[in-house]
Nanobody, 121 residues
Framework: QVYLVESGGGSVQPGGSLRLSCAAS????????MGWYRQTPGRERELVAA???????HYGDFVKGRFTVSRDFAKNTVTLEMNSLKSEDTADYFC???????????????WGQGTQVTVSS
């Protein structure tokens, strides 16, 4: 079993900053990608930011330089620094891990329980 524990999130005014962190633990052989997605009611979950096992980063188009994702490969953690937050960033944010569980040959997507981010004045 693989576990993702998220921390951070909360409420902030427009223009403010928040940090989200996610730590992975459990029986994982290899982690290919770790990152963050977000979802609002009635909309599909969308990529916010992710880091591959080669260190490449990918961001959603809406980020536009406001967020920074980083990954600690030794600790199996991923952190999302969010700056210049806007009201439209309000959503539930989910940690994602794309990896290969121990003693399996297939890749599996794992999800955290989600953490709420509210941007409001």
């Amino acid at each position: 079993q693989v576990y993702l524990v998220e921390s951070g999130g909360g409420s902030v005014q427009p223009g403010g900053s928040l940090r989200l962190s996610c730590a992975a633990s459990g029986s994982i052989f290899k982690i290919y990608v770790m990152g963050w997605y977000r979802q609002t009611p009635g909309r599909e979950r969308e990529l916010v930011a992710a880091v591959t096992d080669l260190g490449s980063t990918h961001y959603g188009d809406f980020v536009k330089g406001r967020f920074t994702v980083s990954r600690d490969f030794a600790k199996n953690t991923v952190t999302l620094e969010m700056n210049s937050l806007k009201s439209e960033d309000t959503a539930d944010y989910f940690c994602n891990l794309d990896g290969r569980p121990a003693e399996q040959t297939r890749r599996v997507d794992y999800w955290g329980q989600g953490t709420q981010v509210t941007v409001s004045s």
